[in-house]
C-alpha cells in the first residue's frame, strides 16, 4: 500500500487545473497527478504512489548515497582477499 | 530502471550483511513498521543474509490487514447495494469479512471496482452520474493526500455521487502503543519511508527522545533496508540514541508541505480501532465535518455495523511484534492466501503472505 515507484516526468499538462505528469517506468508510462509537487520539471524523477507524485527524487543525494555504498562493496573484495590469504601461524 | 537496480545490487548487499554481523556483539531486536519493507526483507532473503546478528520482527503498517472486521463488513454491506458502485484497491477484495468477501459479492453480481488511482474512482462518479460511487479509502499517511485530493477534486466538480469509506491510520500513535506495552521487546525502529516523504520526521524525533529509542527512516530497496539495519545497529553498540534518516533521496525532515495541506483541510485526527489490535488514541484519519456530504459512514448510516475477530487468528500478536506467522499452528495449513483466516495473510504486505510466499512455510511444516 504505502509503494511509491520512481519513475521520470517526461511532459507535463495542466487539465481542469490538474497539473499531471507523464511520467515513465522503465518502458511503461502513466499520468500521475503532481499536485503536490510543484516544484518539479521534466526530466525530474519522482516517486509515485497511487497515480500521486509525492516527492521529487533528490538526485545529488541518491547519487551520494550509492557513491559511499560503492565504497563498501570495494571493502567487501578486500576482505575477500583476506580471507583467500594463507592464514598466518 | 533508475533509483531502482542500484539498490538492488547484490555485491553492495552482501558488504552490508558482512559489516552488521561483524559490527553486531548480540541479536538486536529490529522492527520495521511498513508491511512493504516486510516483503523486501523475505523477498530479498536478508534475514537470513544477517544470520543471528539481529532479530527482525515485523510491525503493524499494513493498512489491509489492520482495517477493522466491521469496516470489510461495511464495505460488503454498501456493495450489496443495487445503487452503489463500491471502487477498492484490489488487496481489499479477498479480505474476509464475518460473513463473505468483497471478491464473492462481486461474483454474486455487487457492482464492485478495482482501480490503482483513487482518482479513476473520481473519473467513474463523472461517467456514471446515476450511480452512488463509494471509494474504499483504507491507508497510512502515505495514501492520505492522495484520498484527500480526491474529495477536493469531487467537490471542485460538484459531484454529489461520490463519497469515501474512509478507513485510515496513522504510524506514530501504534510505535508509541508499542512502545509503551510492558511485553515489548524492540530495540529500535526502522520508520516507512514514505509515510515519512509525507509528512516528515518531527514526530518520529519526539518518539526518540520519548522513549530512548534508535529510529533510522528507511526506504524499500534491499539495500535501503541493510543500510537502515547497519545505521540502527551502529546507534545501538554505540549507545547512541537518534533520529537517522536513510532514505534521504525522497525524505526531507519537513515532508511534503503541500501534501499535508491537503490532509490538514480534509481530514481530523481521532482514536481510531485497528484490526486485531483494538482502539488507539488519536491513530486514526475521519473527515471533517465540513465534508461529511463525502463521508460513506454518515451518507449510508453504516455506524451500528459491528463485528467480532474469529479466534484462532493470531494476526493481533504478528502485528505487534510479539509472533512470527510461523508462530501460529494455522499457518500454511488452515490458514493460506486462497483460504486466509486473517487478514495478515491476503495483503501483498501482510507478514503472513510474505512468510509463504517466499517459502518459510516449507522450514516449518
Known sequence: ?89 | MKYLDEYRDARIARALAAEIRRRSSRPWVLMEICGGQTHTLMRYGIDELLGDSVDLVHGPGCPVCVTPLEIIDRAINLARRPDVTLVSYGDMLRVPGSDTDLFHVKAEGGDVRIVYSPTDAVNLARTLPDRKVVFFAIGFETTAPAHAMTVLQAERFGLKNFSLLVSHVLVPPAIRMLLGSPKNRVQGFIAPGHVCTVVGCRDYEDLVREFRVPIVVGGFEPIDLLEAIRMLVLQLEEGRVELENQYVRSVQYEGNRPAQEAIARVFESADRKWRGIGSIPESGLFLKPSYASFDADRLFDLADICAQEPPECISAEVLLGHKKPTDCTAFGTRCTPDKPLGAPMVSSEGACAAYYQYKRHLVTL
Open chain 1, 1 to 89: 500500500m504505502c509503494l511509491a515507484i520512481p519513475g521520470k516526468v517526461a511532459q507535463i499538462e495542466v487539465k481542469e487545473g490538474i497539473r499531471s505528469g507523464r511520467v515513465q517506468f522503465g518502458g511503461i508510462s502513466r499520468l500521475a497527478c503532481l499536485d503536490f509537487v510543484p516544484e518539479v520539471k521534466e526530466g525530474d524523477y519522482v516517486m509515485v504512489h497511487v497515480g500521486f507524485a509525492i516527492s521529487v527524487v533528490d538526485k545529488e543525494e541518491a547519487e551520494r548515497t550509492y557513491a559511499l555504498l560503492e565504497s563498501m562493496g570495494l571493502l567487501e573484495s578486500e576482505l575477500a582477499a583476506d580471507e583467500a590469504a594463507p592464514a598466518e601461524s
